[in-house]
């Protein structure tokens, strides 16, 4: 894991599609569900902060499901109020020529309710908007891509292709943004009716997917800078370097979080840089891991006080941002997976396990997420969560989905 990290390929590891290691029986043997399970409110946004509840007491695993037949490249968990949503990709007969699908399963219970094929190709991200599901897929060849409109029981609405996309779509305000890679290198505007509003090219190239507020969209590019456009018009409203150029690789590799008026950037450099989303001042700068070290920092999750990123060799680090300063670290290293924040305390994976923390460095708990040794682990442990219901979702790239949750 150590070393310069690239953009990640969903789907892929070192040019290889993922092995079927597992069968639903294995998972299904694993853990058995029992108990009740609450339900609450929910509030899923690109800073990774939601006012629901962070589970605690008798804490374990609720269900355990794996869509399909093999999936692999399975994206984020995205959550709407009765459901959680993943997107996957099958190699059923042609591994070069994959299918993408979305799978919807009951937040509460875990039972399926939804199974969606989308396209030929690979999942890149998923979105909820109002009463309709947004879906990202690239071809098998990534030279374009796919924005698909569902209601929410997956009957398809609308598409629209466009040049191959950096990740998941943002929606802010009944709009969808799109970042486009490569040669293209744009952010385009849809109306949830499929209109595009606009399209504008930007300056650099960019591997992350946009953030987006009420008044700009914000698109972190390779060399550390963030291009700021005008979420109405698309016009560029301020271009400037935020993040501390390095030589070896791609500065900005994860997608920077918008909150309150403040971009927070995280930098290859090992730092989180908050920047002022009127004009790109740069409001204050933290080291919080090794800058010798070449491990992409994740996105971050911030609250109305904190910010808590994950780093490789520096553990999960909680920053007031007010001034930047760090109110802690946690003891644990090696993994930097983008954490989820709640009330009463954040969520992050690390290693082979989930692991909550409440507002300090005390864990609350810790759930065990098996990982095979079949000489990629580090890849199948390419997890991601969302707290949502009083539950929290963790999605593992091989299609795996748990719900996390305390007994009544």
């Not at 953009?7 to 294995?26: H, V, W, Y």
């Not at 984020?76 to 399963?105: K, W």
């Not at 879906?135 to 374009?144: F, G, L, P």
């Not at 730092?271 to 919080?288: H, K, P, S, Y």
Request: with cysteine; glycine share 12%; net charge negative.
């Amino acid at each position: 894991m150590s070393g310069c990290i690239a953009p990640t390929i969903p789907g892929l590891s070192n040019g290889k599609g993922i092995p079927k290691p597992f069968t639903n029986d294995a998972y299904k043997a694993s853990y058995v569900p029992d108990g009740r399970w609450g339900v609450e409110g929910h509030d899923g946004g690109r800073t990774s902060s939601a006012a629901s509840t962070l589970p605690h007491g008798d804490v374990g695993v609720a269900w355990l499901r794996r869509p399909g037949t093999d999936p692999h490249g399975a994206t984020p968990p995205i959550v709407g109020p009765n459901r959680v949503y993943i997107g996957y990709t099958e190699s059923a007969t042609d591994a070069n020529n994959p299918d993408a699908y979305l799978a919807g399963f009951d937040a509460k219970t875990g039972a399926q309710q939804l199974e969606k094929h989308l396209d030929t190709g690979r999942t890149v991200g998923l979105a909820v908007a109002g009463d309709r599901l947004l879906a990202v897929t690239r071809s098998s060849n990534y030279d374009q891509a796919t924005l698909t409109a569902l209601t929410r029981n997956g009957a398809i609405q609308w598409t629209d292709t466009l040049p191959d996309v950096t990740g998941s779509p943002a929606v802010m305000n009944g709009t969808c943004y799109l970042a486009t890679r490569d040669e293209e290198n744009a952010v385009y505007a849809y109306s949830l009716d499929g209109t595009q509003q606009w399209r504008t090219s930007i300056d650099g190239e960019c591997y992350t997917a946009t953030c987006a507020d009420r008044d700009g969209v914000y698109v972190g590019l390779t060399d550390g800078g963030i291009a700021a456009l005008d979420a109405t018009t698309g016009e560029q409203r301020w271009s400037k370097q935020i993040a501390t150029p390095v030589e070896c690789c791609p500065v900005i590799q994860a997608t920077p979080t918008v909150a309150d008026g403040r971009l927070y950037v995280p930098g290859l450099a090992g730092e989180l840089v908050a920047a002022d989303t009127a004009n790109g001042t740069v409001l204050w700068r933290t080291t919080i891991g090794d800058e010798d070290d070449g491990n992409a920092i994740p996105s971050p999750a911030v609250t109305a006080d904190t910010a808590y990123v994950q780093t490789y060799h520096g553990g999960l680090v909680a920053i007031d941002i007010a001034d930047g300063s760090i109110r802690w670290r946690s003891a644990e290293k090696e993994d930097n997976q983008p954490p989820a924040a709640g009330d009463g305390g954040v969520v992050v994976p690390q290693n082979d396990s989930v692991v909550a923390y409440e507002t300090s460095d005390s864990q609350a708990w810790t759930i065990k997420i098996p990982v095979p040794d079949i000489g990629m682990a580090g890849y199948i442990m390419d997890t991601e969560v969302a707290l949502a219901h009083g539950m929290c979702y963790v999605g593992v790239a091989d299609g795996r989905l748990y719900a996390i949750g305390a007994r009544e």
